[in-house]
């Protein structure tokens, strides 16, 4: 009998390491206007779970109202998703992630949906620590109403056609998370394509919630002179706290670098992200240096990208309320509804 072995078939090299093709990972045809930041943003997240080997069919896709919750439509075609009204997508994200656990949440929302209606939600959501990758795609105005200052429009920041100047202070997503306690903040420019990537990568390995507030030009309403989040004010004023590697975790890879010139952030699955400095002297995992430099980025109108805070794994919503391992979705009723003992043992237990 012959022990010859057969050599294993070869694999395309543009398969991922589940066999699947970038092209698997993509979604519907954009119908957002040519240029804007928004797909760019998606190429990004279907690069990165191409890149990470995501199953699609294990992701929720969650969305609220206006351009940027459009997105969801254009990545991960066999994904499950639900699109919500103006402001509540925080929420719906919350009941989801309760309702199943197996489930990766992807949430894209916009600056309208999360920093005025959607506020509230959007702050209770990170308290509560709900695993999500929230993405912001941040463009300063109302896209879909004809290009009104959003709340995350900069001061002095100038309206396309009448002039019209923003002389409210902006909210800074990216402040307002850490300060509730979010364990994985970011920030970067939607035209930055591989920081962006590296950011959702690491990101999705991350439990709990990750905020990633990325500046998203509009190209219709807010991408003219005057504007601070225009294409070439961004270009022209990003400044990287440090260039970003994300390692996965079931890679087996070795870094090698000289001493003093990157640093390294675990991840609670093990996998790394690995900054090599640029210029700053920043430590992503001090809550108060991060707090400090966003405020003074504010001050001085600086658009400083890449990771703003770490704070490293922490119980999740789900753990908090020590819930059964078991998806609630898929529970039978006699695991759901009491017994009439039980039921009378829990009215007693409020007397």
Do not use: W
Request: negative net charge.
């Amino acid at each position: 009998m012959s022990t010859e072995t057969k050599p294993a078939p070869k694999r395309n090299a543009k398969e991922n390491r589940i066999g699947l093709l970038l092209a698997d990972y993509k979604g519907g045809k954009s119908t957002l206007c040519a240029g804007c930041g928004h797909d760019a943003i998606t190429s990004s997240i279907v690069k990165a779970c191409h890149e990470l080997g995501v199953e699609a069919h294990n992701v929720a896709k969650l969305s609220g109202i206006g351009c940027s919750s459009k997105t969801p439509a254009y990545f991960l075609n066999q994904a499950h998703g639900f699109n919500s009204v103006h402001g509540r997508m925080a929420t719906i994200a919350t009941g989801a992630s309760l309702a199943n656990r197996t489930l990766s949440n992807i949430g894209v929302s916009g600056d309208g949906d999360t920093a005025s209606i959607g506020l509230g939600n959007f702050l209770h959501m990170v308290r509560r620590n709900v695993p999500i990758v929230y993405i912001v795609e941040n463009n300063g105005c109302y896209g879909l109403t004809k290009g009104q200052f959003s709340a995350t429009a900069d001061k002095g920041s100038v309206k396309k056609g009448n002039a019209k100047i923003n002389e409210l202070p902006p909210i800074d997503i990216c402040s307002l998370a850490i300060q509730m306690g979010c364990g994985f903040v970011a920030r970067s420019f939607s035209g930055d394509t591989n920081q962006v990537r590296n950011l959702i990568k690491a990101a999705m390995s991350h439990n709990g919630t990750a905020v990633l507030d990325i500046i998203s030009p509009c190209v219709t309403f807010n991408n003219h002179e005057g504007s601070t989040k225009s294409v070439t004010y961004a270009r022209e004023n990003e400044d990287p706290l440090h260039d970003i590697d994300f390692i996965p975790h079931f890679e087996q890879i070795e870094v090698d670098y000289d001493p003093g010139t990157s640093t390294q952030v675990t991840m609670h699955d093990g996998s790394k992200i690995t900054l090599n400095k640029v210029e700053h002297d920043y430590d992503p995992t001090d809550k108060m240096e991060a707090l400090k430099l966003l405020d003074n980025a504010a001050e001085e109108n600086n658009f400083f990208t890449g990771l703003m805070y770490y704070g490293g794994d922490k119980p999740s919503l789900a753990h908090e309320l020590n819930m059964v391992p078991e998806a609630l979705a898929t529970l039978p009723t006699e695991k759901l509804r009491p017994t009439t003992a039980q039921f009378h043992e829990i009215m007693e237990s409020f007397k």
